[in-house]
């Protein structure tokens, strides 16, 4: 490619296109929806060059072929993208929606796909080689291409008289820059309509080169500072007529200029200055916001109507050619905005104090909703909730998981001999010894009446077992402290696993139920494992008719 001049001068346009996407794309901020499309269309253009490049300069044919079929997509895309590039000249406020990008990337997407597959259909390219991918020069053009070339006139096409409405309708100020944006969109319309109409016989297609210029051009047009001279009678209109100060000071600190606001201000502070103000030393007279290193400096001044806080504005004033002649002054009356934002950030943080109250009590509701209120374990209704996702969790992780119920014996001979109240605290302490010997995780919580329920994740049969044997001992043990004093008690349990005793948590609320009778019948002080029954059945021991 670098001995091949050809090549060289595509590759040359390539990089212009990439320069000029660069430039764009660091100054997006100054009209973000005409330089987003004015980037895409010159990358767009920039691809497209580099496949012409290689399609040139490649000394493999196979190469030069792809290189060819690569350059119709991106020129799709640089077309949609200066649709786009029109419609935000003719409506400055215009945005991109998402349902026209779509619109926009079918075309792209099609030939793209036709690109593809065109050996098998050659409905892109076709003549000798087409179908091997050789000989790329003598190709003769599709249906598919020749639609594709329309749709770039078209959103070519659309997009100048789109360019050419904002042109018309804009202000003055702004109707040379779009006169510029028309004439530059010619420019490669008409180069690659001379290409076209010569056959194709020009060995370069001159188009990348016509938007390479226009691009520039564009470019140009788009971030070149505008400046525009007030005239007097303006001057008495806008600047003496606005509530803010403006003042001018000379590079030598000299007032030369200043509106009627600055001059009220300036006695305000300075009751004794003269008359006539230009030509004082700025320094003299607002020395803390004209020495000040930054653009913006908040000043607090006492004036006859009280304390005024004022926002100080600095600007430097430069000529066409960056000279500097001075620097502007803006000041800003903002008392009344910085009370109004203190307000704000005030009630701001008594409502933040008060949601957060308010996410307090409501999580202290949910908790205490979801408690027994005698043992402070979780209620029934909790239990049910959780249990299930606990059995869940289970079947998806291929983890055991253990289910206890614990009763106590004869709970009723504890109300009779020491009280309904003593039988409470009897519970209560229960409930308290088995959230001590659960684990972190277990599900913990008051079935109802006596009984209590555990769920143990990760767990098998024999630790299962092992834990309400634990829970059971302790308190054959030791009783249950209740008034300084340990009352007899002994506690019955059934055990139930997933997936042994079942899959659902009704199977296993049902199989931990099964082992707590058989506990019972067994004489109660025990706890039993369930084993669900896995022997034959009723009907496979009849015989066979």
């Not at 100060?245 to 502070?269: H, K, Q, S, Y």
């Not at 079947?395 to 039988?423: C, Q, S």
Request: glycine share 8%.
């Amino acid at each position: 490619m670098l001995h091949d001049p050809v090549g060289l001068a595509y590759a040359a346009a390539a990089v212009v296109f990439g320069w000029i996407a660069r430039l764009t794309w660091a100054r997006r901020a100054h009209n973000p929806a005409l330089a987003s499309s004015l980037v895409v269309v010159m990358l767009g253009l920039g691809a497209s060059c580099v496949a012409n490049a290689i399609a040139v300069s490649s000394a493999n044919e196979q190469t030069a072929a792809i290189a060819t079929l690569a350059i119709l997509p991106t020129a799709g895309i640089a077309a949609g993208a200066f649709f786009c590039l029109g419609l935000s000249c003719a409506q400055p406020q215009w945005r991109a929606h998402r349902t026209l990008l779509l619109w926009l990337l079918i075309e792209p997407v099609a030939i793209t796909a036709a690109v593809v597959t065109n050996r098998w259909h050659e409905w892109v390219y076709a003549g000798p080689g087409a179908t091997d991918l050789t000989g790329s020069a003598a190709w003769l053009h599709g249906s598919a291409y020749w639609s594709h070339t329309g749709y770039c006139y078209a959103m070519f096409g659309a997009g100048c008289v789109l360019i050419a409405w904002g042109w018309w309708t804009a202000p003055a100020p702004f109707r040379r820059q779009r006169l510029a944006f028309l004439l530059a969109a010619l420019i490669p319309i008409a180069a690659n309509v001379a290409y076209i109409a010569s056959g194709f016989d020009e060995d370069v297609d001159p188009t990348p080169f016509g938007f390479a210029v226009t691009g520039a051009i564009m470019a140009y047009a788009i971030f070149r500072q505008e400046l525009f001279t007030l005239s007097p009678v303006a001057r008495a209109l806008i600047v003496d007529q606005i509530g803010d100060a403006v003042m001018v000071v000379n590079p030598a600190g000299r007032i030369v200029d200043l509106n009627i606001t600055a001059c009220a201000l300036v006695r305000a502070v300075h009751p004794q200055a003269p008359d006539d103000l230009i030509g004082l030393s700025a320094e003299g007279y607002c020395g803390e916001a004209h020495g000040s290193d930054q653009s913006s400096t908040e000043l607090v001044v006492d004036l006859p109507g009280g304390r005024t806080e004022f926002q100080v504005r600095s600007s430097p004033l430069l000529d066409r050619r960056g000279r500097l002649l001075g620097e502007v002054l803006v000041a800003r009356d903002v008392t009344e905005a910085h009370a109004q934002e203190r307000r704000l950030i005030a009630a701001n943080t008594r409502l933040i104090a008060q949601v957060e109250t308010i996410d307090r009590l409501r999580a202290d509701l949910v908790e205490l909703s979801s408690r027994d209120p005698l043992t402070g374990l979780h209620n029934r209704r909790y239990m049910v909730d959780q249990f299930g996702q606990m059995v869940t969790a289970a079947e998806r992780t291929g983890e055991p998981l253990a289910v206890v119920l614990l009763d106590i014996d004869r709970f009723k001979a504890i109300n009779d001999v020491h009280g309904h109240l003593a039988g409470d605290d009897a519970l209560v302490a229960l409930a308290q010894r088995i959230r001590a010997r659960a684990p972190a995780d277990a599900l913990v919580a008051r079935w109802g009446g006596e009984e209590f329920f555990v769920a143990l994740p990760g767990t098998d049969g024999a630790c299962g077992l092992a834990f309400a044997d634990d829970v059971r001992s302790l308190c054959a043990q030791d009783g249950l402290p209740i008034a300084g004093q340990a009352i007899p008690c002994t506690l019955s349990g059934g055990v139930a696993t997933y997936p042994e005793s079942g899959v659902t948590p009704n199977e296993l609320f049902h199989g931990a139920d099964l082992a707590l009778f058989e506990a019972k019948d067994a004489g109660r002080n025990t706890v039993r494992l369930h084993v669900r029954f896995t022997g034959p059945t009723l009907d496979s021991l009849l015989p066979q008719t």
